[in-house]
Nanobody, 125 residues
Framework: QVQLVESGGGLVQAGGSLRLSCVVSGFTFSDYHMAWFRQAPGKEREFVAAVNKNDDITYYARSVKGRFTISRDNAKNTVHLQMNSLKPGDTAVYYC??????????????????WGQGTQVTVSS
């Protein structure tokens, strides 16, 4: 069955860095675009970043552009999110997701069909 397992979250001070990883199984990873979303307490889930299946097109939310980098390793069935210059506003549960939409990279959660369980990122001021 399809599985997505995130890791790498934790507690970090503002200005610090974290690298999230998502290992997938149960499908041909290189056939699918992937993304990271996040959800803070009391807020709606929001798009963070996406990468196409070939790892040559990326798309970022305006709030993280220039600070976060999404990448993937198709040989290891893994997608990463490198987060630098973290801010308290980045505190959230971060989820990786598989796109069900093959034509383009999407920022719409409704176009993703499988999700991981999430990993908590907490940024202290």
């Amino acid at each position: 069955q399809v599985q997505l397992v995130e890791s790498g979250g934790g507690l970090v001070q503002a200005g610090g860095s974290l690298r999230l990883s998502c290992v997938v199984s149960g499908f041909t990873f290189s056939d699918y675009h992937m993304a990271w979303f996040r959800q803070a307490p009391g807020k709606e889930r929001e798009f963070v970043a996406a990468v196409n299946k070939n790892d040559d097109i990326t798309y970022y939310a305006r709030s993280v552009k220039g600070r976060f980098t999404i990448s993937r390793d198709n040989a290891k069935n893994t997608v990463h999110l490198q987060m630098n210059s973290l801010k308290p506003g980045d505190t959230a549960v971060y989820y990786c997701a598989r796109s069900s939409f093959r034509l383009r990279v999407s920022s719409l959660g409704a176009e993703y069909d499988y999700w991981g369980q999430g990993t908590q990122v907490t940024v202290s001021s």
